[in-house]
T-cell receptor
Framework: GENVEQHPSTLSVQEGDSAVIKCTYSDSASNYFPWYKQELGKRPQLIIDIRSNVGEKKDQRIAVTLNKTAKHFSLHITETQPEDSAVYFC????????????FGSGTRLSIRP | KAGVTQTPRYLIKTRGQQVTLSCSPISGHRSVSWYQQTPGQGLQFLFEYFSETQRNKGNFPGRFSGRQFSNSRSEMNVSTLELGDSALYLCATTTWGGEETQYFGPGTRLLVL
């Protein structure tokens, strides 16, 4: 069945450094790859997404890359700040409105001052 | 627009009891997905409803069920509660599903004693 693997499960970086989270997916029909951020005690919220017709997308300090051949995609956060501390989830879904969205297991990112 | 709402926010039950949780989507959203979130297990997909029909289902036992009403509000029910059902239950809604951004509710935290 469909599966999304996410690594690492925990990540600690120095404030100002970059953080990279990687995901792989199994369903070759997947075409939509969102990333969600969940702060402690809050609901997950979309921070960036990418579709299969694009290899890279950037929004200020956040960027996502997609390699459809290898079936993996990554989240890059540059110049990390304390407010970046949260759990990040990757996900994969097909184009069809009936497609399931499958989430990765999450990465707990901690920013050291 | 008002956001996704879930009731109740907190619930304490004992083993063997049953529970019903409610999710009211953003106005105009017809797809409602349910997730179970436990520490270390990420977001486990339960099921998705669209136009009062279950469109997708995850790998949970039959004790977990749901339904959707004509106004798109959805309920999920867990019968014969077990200790392992203690979790945060989140619903997420979209207009049609698939590659749309999912908007999460605040969740219902269920504790089974």
């Amino acid at each position: 069945g469909e599966n999304v693997e996410q690594h690492p499960s925990t990540l600690s970086v120095q404030e100002g450094d970059s953080a990279v989270i990687k995901c792989t997916y199994s369903d070759s029909a997947s075409n939509y790859f969102p990333w969600y951020k969940q702060e402690l005690g809050k609901r997950p919220q979309l921070i960036i997404d990418i579709r299969s017709n694009v290899g890279e997308k950037k929004d200020q300090r956040i960027a996502v890359t997609l390699n459809k051949t290898a079936k993996h995609f990554s989240l890059h956060i540059t110049e990390t700040q304390p407010e970046d501390s949260a759990v990040y989830f990757c996900a994969a879904s097909g184009y069809s409105s009936a497609s399931k969205i499958i989430f990765g297991s999450g990465t707990r990112l901690s920013i050291r001052p | 627009k008002a956001g996704v709402t879930q009731t109740p926010r907190y619930l304490i039950k004992t083993r063997g009891q049953q529970v019903t949780l409610s999710c009211s989507p953003i106005s105009g959203h017809r797809s409602v997905s349910w997730y179970q979130q436990t520490p270390g297990q990420g977001l486990q997909f339960l099921f998705e409803y669209f136009s009062e029909t279950q469109r997708n289902k995850g790998n949970f036992p039959g004790r977990f069920s749901g339904r959707q009403f004509s106004n798109s509000r959805s309920e999920m029910n867990v019968s014969t509660l077990e200790l392992g059902d203690s979790a945060l239950y989140l619903c997420a809604t979209t207009t049609w599903g698939g590659e749309e951004t999912q908007y999460f509710g605040p969740g219902t935290r269920l504790l089974v004693l």
